[in-house]
Every structure is written in C-alpha cells, then in structure tokens.
C-alpha cells in the first residue's frame, strides 16, 4: 500500500483564485498548502523561456501576439492580471526564472513543456534547471514525448514524465522506451484505478490532472495516485489535511 500523502499541486499556481501561470497564482498555491506547481513553458523571440500557456497571449492579456514573436522586454509590457479580475491588474508574464527566484527548492515544480520549437528550448530548459540546482525537484512533462527523450539524453538526472490524454493513452511508453520515464501524467478521466496501482507498484510517479471537483480527487487519493494536480489547492488540501 502506498502510505506517502498525495501531493497537492496547484495547476498554472492556484488557478481558480489568481491569473493563471502568474508568480501571485504560484505563490497562493504554496499559501494553501500546495507541496508542487504545474506550469507550462514558451520560448520567446528572444531565446527567454517565459511562463504562460497559450503561444500566443490573446487570451490572458491584454495584448495580442505569439510568444515566439515578441521580446520579453515587449511581453513585460502586458498585463496579465486584468483578464482574470480587475483587482489582479499589474502581474506579467513571469520568467521560468523568476519562478525559480521565487519558489523553495524543496516544492516540486511541474514543469510542461507545449512546444519543442523545432529543438531550441531543450537545451536552454536544461541549462537552466541545472543552474538553479533544481534537477531534484524538478519533472519536466509534455504531449510531446519525443521531446521528453531529447531533453533526457541532454540531461540523464533530469526527471520527465509523459502527458496523455484520450487520444495519447497507449502511445507513450513505445515512443519514450530508451527513455527511462520518472512518471506519468494521465487526465484523472482516462485511467482506471488497476492502471494506477500497476503503474506505482512498476515504479512511476503517477500525477492526474486537472481535479477540480472533491469526489473525483477523493477517488483519486483512493487509487493510490502520487499527485494531484488541481486548480484548487485549498479544497485538496482541506480533503487531505482536514483543515
Ligand atoms: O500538466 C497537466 C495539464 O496542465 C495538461 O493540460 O492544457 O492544462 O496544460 P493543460
Ligand atoms: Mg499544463
């Protein structure tokens, strides 16, 4: 039996309270309790890796724009608070390293990576993970899974995990074989509870993403999961603490 406690990981930072993928949305995640964050990667025109979802900023900004196309000096210029609720107005776009700045080492960062930009992140993702001495705490996941065996055979200690949903689910153990797997991130509704008790008793760190709802992340701390990841890290942590 797996006696650990499921880890609380606040997806994009505490993202049912704050703007998404915002250092306010990561740093009310740890407030709550979080022990991990998911957060999701780009690559600027500029070679910086910054922190938001979407490649391009329409939809959490007020600007309008690919990530790939604009500076950091042009995507500081936005506001990334003011679409979530007024009161929000001034977050920007974070940096990768400002999260780093500004998270202990001992939370584990989630880190997804949307894009391989044609191989030009890989290295400077490693790089900078290194440099912030955070290969220990640090799982680096994607769809993307040739990706995930690029960045392992830069980095042999760096932790990745494969992404899948409805459509990836059978794929991903072939294409990642001569990449050792550190764990596996399936959406919560496409995995069976023998799938996550085979899956941790093989060794794998299993993450389910995104529970949102309490009697979902109750089944899912039932199945024995290593982690939930959940836009709402003080509901989890209610569930899991009791407080
Ligand atoms: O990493 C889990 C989850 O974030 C994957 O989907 O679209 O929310 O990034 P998405
Ligand atoms: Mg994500």
């Known amino acids: ?29 740890l407030e709550q309790g979080a022990d991990g964050l ?28 690919a990530i790939r196309s604009m500076t950091v000096a042009e995507l500081k210029q936005l506001d990334a608070g003011i679409r979530f609720d007024e009161s929000f107005r001034g977050e920007r776009i974070p940096l990768l390293s400002e999260v ?5 080492k001992h939370i584990m960062i989630n880190i997804e990576l949307k894009n391989t930009y044609d191989g030009a992140v890989e290295g400077k993702l490693v790089d900078l993970i290194r440099s912030s001495d955070r290969l220990d705490s640090v799982v680096v996941s994607s769809f993307r899974h040739q990706c995930l065996a690029r960045l392992k ?3 042999p200690d760096l932790k990745i995990g494969i992404l899948y949903d409805e459509l990836y689910s059978h794929r991903g153990y072939a294409d990642l074989s001569p990449a050792p797997l550190y764990s596996v991130h399936p959406h919560f509704r496409y995995i069976q509870a023998e799938d996550i008790r085979d899956l941790r008793e093989g060794g794998y760190e299993v993450y389910v993403y995104t529970v949102n709802n309490e009697d979902d992340m109750r089944k899912m701390i039932e199945a024995g999961v290593s982690g939930i990841i959940t836009d709402c890290p003080a509901k989890l942590q209610k569930l899991l603490t009791g407080k």
């Not at 309270?17 to 949305?25: D, H």
């Not at 938001?52 to 900023?57: A, E, G, K, L, R």
């Not at 780093?100 to 202990?104: G, I, K, M, R, S």
Request: negative net charge; charged residues 25%.
């Open 153 to 155: 055979a830069l980095e």
């Open 1 to 29: 039996m797996n006696t650990k406690r499921t880890m609380n990981i606040g997806h994009r930072g505490a993202a049912s309270e704050a703007p998404e993928n915002t250092l306010i949305a990561f740093q009310k995640a």
């Open 100 to 104: 780093f700045e500004l998270v202990p």
């Open 38 to 65: 998911e957060l999701d990667i780009h690559l600027t025109a500029d070679g910086e890796i910054v922190v938001c979802h979407d490649s391009t900023v329409n939809r959490t900004t007020d600007g309008t724009g």
